[in-house]
């Protein structure tokens, strides 16, 4: 019995034996080249260098954005807040640097007082450094705190952030960090870091379109950066977005971002800091817009001049590429973040009438009565006005409710409405005059409102918002751009009453913007195929291309009308501002003009949240239309907020624009 239970003994100890020896010898020949891989990452370090970012150039090969070399001024999270642990921590290396017991309580007095003299002057020097770049460090810190609270309430514990330094004064030269250097040893959670900033060279042209970068927040990273399950560590730090990074935030620097974010290079570090394995960081991918910047500049001066905030579109025909889209007022992209406050309406100061209540300041109030942040030519919605009725006629001819020689009484008034509103503006204006009866052609030529409302009629209102879809009016333009960014414009799409019928028929009843407007009249110049605008060649989506269910031979009627609109000294409603205007023009166009009843604009100037001051009235004024007239190569919208007669105001805009468009090539004989 007993030599049975040893053999067992000795049998169970020889297999332990040997599965031992089996598992030694696959975790040696098998997995070992994983495990000494493993050992040795754990005693690597790793480096991830930033690449730049790409650069946004025009049509004509200018730059308009492009990462520059600089030193960010930092200032430690724990500094920022003065957090317990990073105070103890600098009371430590306070007493390490003098000489002083940390463990004696007179010694950490002299090392607190010591960190509360150095953060004095840290403060004075970062706020020094920052005003002198015209930025604000205190609103800089709060917007520090802001952002990594965010962090922290999204992960729901301490993050990565709260032990990084951030930066608050930007976009140091070489000469300014220079002399910063030895100041430096002065201060306390303050360093100056090696970045690049994004410059604008162009300033203010375009503004609106290129678009700003700004700080990484909690959203941006949930929306791009890989988890665990995706990548691992590695990949995941060159691919993710990290604290200190930026991204685009608006316009085609958002946009384009996936073309234009740099990919972060790698450095592999042995153990004693020996360079074992290095990758380059990868510059973003360059963008070209459609824009000619310099077309744009001599265009926003000429909308500068008009007195008026508004906005001028170029769109080439065979194309649909955007040329140029001002928007004025407008602001400077390298000042931006620093003047948010003023250019958003949001600056107040003390009142000098009672200190103890804040006003607006003069600067918000501009703002507020002009909002320079909004892009009148691709975000703003207006009526359209008369601009609209070419389309009104194509969906008549297109539906067949009229043909081009449907004769149409004009009686001044709409018959069909118990008000006889709308009513036509010739009878508004002349007390009682009316256009007698009118063909498409002279519908179109002298503008009249009662044979547009008529067609309007006859289509009913459903069908007229189909036919104005198809122009593009009720969608967004699809250029690629956020939604908040590129409009839709106002098209109501049910509950209809037969008065909208009337009132969109003349442009009236629903809202446009200026690229939309310019965009169904480049339409109209191609024989009804519509083609959605477009502004940049890289990173935006493919165009929508339809053909219109309307003939050539439609659309060339309504180009005459418009033609004559111009052209034709007998009731052509822009004629005589067109030939009374300074520009000289080498070719004939076809255009339209509008006047667009607009409410009051109303602020709030007070701060209570409701409006109380008018700051502008009266008819927004637009003129758009094609040219040349026989062969179409642009076409063109120029909108004036508040300035009252298309004709009177807009046209002679209009042929300026068109001149400096001859001027750049873009309009010829």
């Known amino acids: 019995m007993f030599k049975l239970r040893l053999k067992i003994l000795l049998t169970l100890i020889g297999v332990m034996f040997l599965v031992m020896l089996v598992r030694l010898g696959y975790l040696q020949l098998v997995r070992g080249e994983a495990y000494r891989q493993a050992a040795e990452t754990g005693l690597r370090s790793y480096e991830f260098p930033q690449g730049q970012r790409g650069r946004i150039f025009d049509r004509t090969g200018v730059i308009l954005a492009e990462d520059v070399a600089c030193h960010d001024l930092c200032l430690d999270y724990g500094f920022v ?50 005003r002198a770049r015209g930025q604000d460090a205190k609103r800089q810190a709060e917007q520090i705190t802001r952002r990594v609270q965010r962090w922290r309430d999204a992960a729901g514990t301490t993050v990565a952030q709260e032990y990084t330094a951030h930066p608050v004064a930007t976009a140091l030269s070489e000469e300014e960090v220079n002399s910063l250097r030895p100041l430096m040893k002065d201060t306390v959670g303050a360093t100056l870091v090696p970045s690049q900033y994004r410059r604008y060279p162009q300033s203010a042209v375009a503004c609106h379109i290129i678009g700003v970068t700004g700080p990484v927040f909690r959203e941006d990273a949930d929306q791009w950066n890989w988890t665990t399950e995706k990548a691992g560590y590695v990949e995941r730090m060159r691919h993710n977005l990290l604290p200190g990074d930026v991204l685009g935030k608006t316009g085609v620097e958002r946009m384009c971002e996936t073309w234009l974010r740099p990919r972060r290079g790698l450095r592999v570090y042995r153990r004693r800091g020996e360079l074992s394995y290095q990758e380059p960081a990868q510059n973003g991918q360059d963008v070209h817009l459609t824009l000619d910047i310099g077309l744009q500049a001599e265009l926003r001066d000429l909308l500068q001049r008009s007195g008026r905030n508004g906005a001028i579109v170029i769109i080439d025909v065979a194309s649909g590429d955007v040329i140029a889209a001002v928007s004025w007022p407008s602001f400077d992209l390298n000042t931006y973040r620093a003047k948010y406050n003023d250019l958003a309406g949001l600056s107040k100061q003390p009142d000098p009438k009672n200190p103890q209540k804040t006003v607006f300041t003069k600067d918000a109030l501009y703002a507020k009565a002009n ?54 503006w010739i009878y508004k204006k002349y007390s009682g005059q009316t256009h007698g009866s009118l063909d498409l052609f002279g519908g179109l030529k002298n503008s009249c409102n009662i044979y547009f409302v008529e067609v309007g009629h006859r289509l009913g209102p459903q069908r007229l918002t189909d036919w104005f ?12 751009l956020s939604d908040t960014e590129e409009s839709a414009g106002l098209l109501k799409q049910s509950g209809f009453q037969i ?9 009236q009843g629903f809202a446009a913007t200026p690229l939309q407007v310019a965009a169904a009249h480049a339409t109209v110049a191609r024989d009804g195929l519509y083609l959605s605008p477009r502004l940049s060649l890289e990173g935006a989506p493919e165009q929508a291309r339809r053909q219109l269910p309307i003939t050539p031979a439609q659309a060339q009627i309504v180009r005459r009308g418009m033609h004559a609109v111009v052209h034709d000294r007998d009731g052509g409603t822009a004629y005589k501002a067109w030939q009374n205007a300074k520009a000289e023009l080498d070719v004939e166009i076809g255009g339209k003009t509008g006047t667009a009843t607009a409410p009051p604009l109303r602020i709030d100037s007070d701060g209570d949240g409701k409006p109380d001051a008018v700051v502008a009235h009266g008819d927004h004024a637009w003129f758009a239309g094609f040219a040349p007239y026989q062969r179409p190569q642009i076409a063109f919208t120029v909108f004036l907020e508040y300035a009252g007669s298309g004709g009177q105001n807009a046209a002679p805009v209009a042929k300026e624009a068109l001149r400096l468009c001859e001027k750049f090539g873009y309009l010829t004989k």
């Open 499 to 507: 008065s909208d019928a009337w009132f969109m028929a003349i442009g």
């Open 469 to 480: 879809h198809r122009f593009g009016f009720g969608e967004r333009p699809g250029m690629g």
């Open 81 to 130: 807040n003065n957090e317990e642990w990073w105070t103890k921590r600098k009371i430590r290396d306070i007493c390490k640097e003098k000489g002083l017991n940390y463990r004696d309580e007179e010694d950490r007095e002299q090392a607190m007082n010591e960190l509360q003299q150095r953060r004095r002057i840290t403060w004075q020097l970062v706020g020094r450094v920052a």
């Open 371 to 424: 909002k320079p942040l909004l892009s009148r030519a691709f975000t703003g919605v207006f009526p359209p006005g008369s601009t609209v009725k070419p389309f009104t006629g194509l969906a008549g001819l297109g539906a067949k409710v009229i043909t081009p020689y449907s004769p149409i009484g004009c009686t001044g008034v709409n018959r069909h409405a118990n008000n006889q509103k709308p009513r036509c």
